[in-house]
C-alpha cells in the first residue's frame, strides 16, 4: 500500500504541528532516505548539464517503476516523467522542482516560454514552478531561490494506476545565504485519472521560528483573447502598477475575468476553485486546499512576441505563514479538465 501520494491522504490544515512521515512498502514503490542529487556545497547548487546524464541513471535504477521513468531532458538536467493507463502524462524537472508539461489525453496544457532556459542555472520560464520562500516583491530574489535549487527525488510509487513522484528541497548554503534557516520543502506530484495534483508540505526543521511566502506559478497554455477565469467575483484585489510597480486596491466585479491588456492582479482570500477555460477550448477546474490566494498574470506588450500564447493562473499564498520548529505547512492543487 503506498500512502504518499494518495489524494486526501496527509494534513490539509494550514498548520500541523507534526510532520508525519510518508511510509510507503510494497513491491511497486521505492523510496530512499538521504539520497542526495549532488553534495549542496556547491554556491550554485544547480544541476549541471554535463553532469546531469549519469545522475539520471543512477535516479532512473532508483527509481524508475511501471509509469514513471526517469531522463536527461533538455540542457541534459534530469527529469522525471509520470504517465497512466488514461493517457495523462507529465514532466517534472529537478532542476527547480518545476511540472514542465502536463498532457491530457495528448493535448499539452501548460506552457513553456520561449526564451526558457535549461541551464541549470536559470529558472525554468514556464510550467509550474515555485515561489518560495518569497512570493515577491521582498527582501530576498523575485519569487525566491527553490526555482533554481537543484530538488532530490525521495519517493516514487504507483498504485491503481496513480503515478506519483515525491521531490525534497533542504536549506543548502546557498540558501542559507539568502534565507538564514533550516527547512525541508516536500512536493508530491501525481497524475490521477486525467487530473494533475499537487501536494506541498514545508517544515521549520529549524531551533528558531520562520515565516514565508510562497506560490505555484502556473502558465497555462492559452489564446488569450479567449481566456476567461471565473469564481473571483466580489473579492479584493490589487493591480501591480507596471511602472511603479505599486499595488492599487480594487475589487472584483466581473464572473468572467478576461485579459485583454496588460494584467498583473493578486486576488486576497480566494475560493478554493477557480474555473480557467483557456481560449483553446479548454477548461480546466484548479482546486486546492491552503493556497489562500490568487494571481493573474499575463504581460501582454512587455512580452510583445509571446504573451498570446500563455496565461499565468498562479495559487498563492502571500500573508506570511510562521512557522514554529517542528511545525508544518501544507498546500494542495488538484488541476482537472472539465468537459463541457
Ligand atoms: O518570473 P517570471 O516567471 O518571469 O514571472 C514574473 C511575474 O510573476 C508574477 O507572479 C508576478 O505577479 C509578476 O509581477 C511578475 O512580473
Given at each position: 500500500?503506498?500512502?504518499l501520494?494518495?489524494?486526501?491522504f496527509?494534513?490539509t490544515?494550514?498548520?500541523?504541528?507534526?510532520f508525519?512521515?510518508?511510509v510507503?512498502?510494497?513491491?511497486?514503490?521505492?523510496?530512499?532516505?538521504?539520497?542526495?542529487?549532488?553534495?549542496?556545497?556547491?554556491?550554485?547548487?544547480?544541476?549541471?548539464?554535463?553532469?546531469?546524464?549519469?545522475?539520471?541513471?543512477?535516479?532512473s535504477?532508483?527509481?524508475a517503476?511501471?509509469?514513471?521513468?526517469?531522463?536527461?531532458g533538455?540542457?541534459?538536467?534530469?527529469?522525471v516523467?509520470?504517465?497512466?493507463?488514461?493517457?495523462?502524462?507529465?514532466?517534472?524537472y529537478?532542476?527547480?522542482?518545476?511540472?514542465?508539461?502536463?498532457?491530457?489525453?495528448?493535448?499539452?496544457l501548460?506552457?513553456?516560454?520561449?526564451?526558457?532556459v535549461?541551464?541549470?542555472?536559470?529558472?525554468?520560464?514556464?510550467?509550474?514552478p515555485h515561489?518560495?520562500?518569497?512570493f515577491?516583491?521582498?527582501?530576498?530574489?523575485?519569487?525566491?531561490?527553490?526555482?533554481?535549487c537543484?530538488?532530490?527525488?525521495?519517493?516514487?510509487?504507483?498504485?491503481?494506476?496513480?503515478?506519483?513522484?515525491?521531490?525534497r528541497?533542504?536549506?543548502?548554503?546557498?540558501?542559507?545565504?539568502?534565507?538564514?534557516?533550516?527547512?525541508?520543502?516536500?512536493?508530491s506530484?501525481?497524475?490521477q485519472?486525467d487530473?494533475?495534483?499537487?501536494?506541498?508540505?514545508?517544515?521549520?526543521?529549524?531551533?528558531?521560528p520562520?515565516?514565508?511566502?510562497?506560490?505555484?506559478?502556473?502558465?497555462?497554455?492559452a489564446?488569450?483573447?479567449?481566456v476567461?477565469?471565473?469564481?473571483?467575483?466580489?473579492?479584493?484585489?490589487?493591480?501591480?502598477d507596471?511602472?511603479?510597480?505599486?499595488?492599487?486596491?480594487?475589487?472584483e466585479d466581473?464572473?468572467?475575468?478576461?485579459f485583454?491588456?496588460?494584467?498583473?492582479?493578486i486576488?486576497?482570500?480566494?475560493?478554493s476553485?477557480?474555473?480557467?477555460?483557456?481560449?483553446l477550448?479548454?477548461?480546466?477546474?484548479?482546486?486546492?486546499?491552503?493556497?489562500?490566494?490568487?494571481?493573474l498574470?499575463?504581460p501582454?506588450?512587455?512580452?510583445?512576441?509571446?504573451?498570446?500564447?500563455?496565461?499565468?493562473?498562479?495559487?498563492?499564498?502571500?500573508?506570511?505563514?510562521?512557522l514554529?520548529?517542528?511545525?508544518?505547512?501544507?498546500?494542495?492543487?488538484?488541476?482537472?479538465?472539465?468537459s463541457?
Amino acid at each position: 500500500m503506498a500512502l504518499l501520494c494518495k489524494p486526501g491522504f496527509g494534513a490539509t490544515t494550514t498548520l500541523n504541528k507534526e510532520f508525519v512521515p510518508r511510509v510507503c512498502v510494497g513491491s511497486r514503490h521505492q523510496s530512499v532516505v538521504g539520497f542526495r542529487l549532488r553534495p549542496f556545497s556547491n554556491a550554485r547548487l544547480c544541476v549541471r548539464a554535463t553532469q546531469s546524464t549519469s545522475v539520471s541513471t543512477g535516479i532512473s535504477g532508483q527509481f524508475a517503476i511501471a509509469g514513471i521513468n526517469v531522463d536527461a531532458g533538455e540542457g541534459g538536467l534530469p527529469v522525471v516523467k509520470l504517465h497512466n493507463k488514461q493517457k495523462s502524462e507529465c514532466q517534472i524537472y529537478l532542476h527547480g522542482g518545476v511540472i514542465t508539461s502536463w498532457k491530457s489525453k495528448g493535448k499539452e496544457l501548460l506552457h513553456v516560454r520561449p526564451d526558457a532556459v535549461f541551464d541549470g542555472v536559470k529558472p525554468i520560464s514556464g510550467g509550474v514552478p515555485h515561489c518560495f520562500p518569497q512570493f515577491g516583491p521582498g527582501a530576498i530574489q523575485q519569487h525566491g531561490f527553490a526555482r533554481n535549487c537543484s530538488w532530490e527525488v525521495v519517493a516514487t510509487s504507483n498504485e491503481d494506476d496513480t503515478p506519483c513522484v515525491t521531490l525534497r528541497l533542504v536549506d543548502n548554503e546557498y540558501s542559507r545565504a539568502m534565507w538564514n534557516f533550516k527547512f525541508v520543502v516536500k512536493y508530491s506530484v501525481w497524475l490521477q485519472g486525467d487530473n494533475l495534483c499537487t501536494e506541498m508540505i514545508v517544515k521549520n526543521v529549524d531551533e528558531k521560528p520562520f515565516s514565508f511566502t510562497t506560490a505555484l506559478h502556473t502558465y497555462f497554455k492559452a489564446d488569450i483573447k479567449g481566456v476567461t477565469v471565473t469564481g473571483l467575483n466580489g473579492l479584493k484585489c490589487f493591480d501591480k502598477d507596471p511602472v511603479t510597480k505599486e499595488p492599487v486596491q480594487s475589487s472584483e466585479d466581473r464572473d468572467e475575468v478576461t485579459f485583454p491588456e496588460f494584467v498583473d492582479r493578486i486576488y486576497k482570500d480566494a475560493p478554493s476553485r477557480v474555473v480557467l477555460r483557456n481560449g483553446l477550448g479548454d477548461t480546466l477546474s484548479l482546486e486546492n486546499e491552503g493556497w489562500s490566494d490568487a494571481v493573474l498574470w499575463n504581460p501582454y506588450m512587455t512580452m510583445k512576441l509571446y504573451y498570446k500564447d500563455f496565461v499565468c493562473v498562479e495559487n498563492a499564498k502571500l500573508d506570511p505563514v510562521t512557522l514554529q520548529p517542528r511545525d508544518s505547512w501544507t498546500a494542495k492543487l488538484t488541476i482537472s479538465p472539465l468537459s463541457e
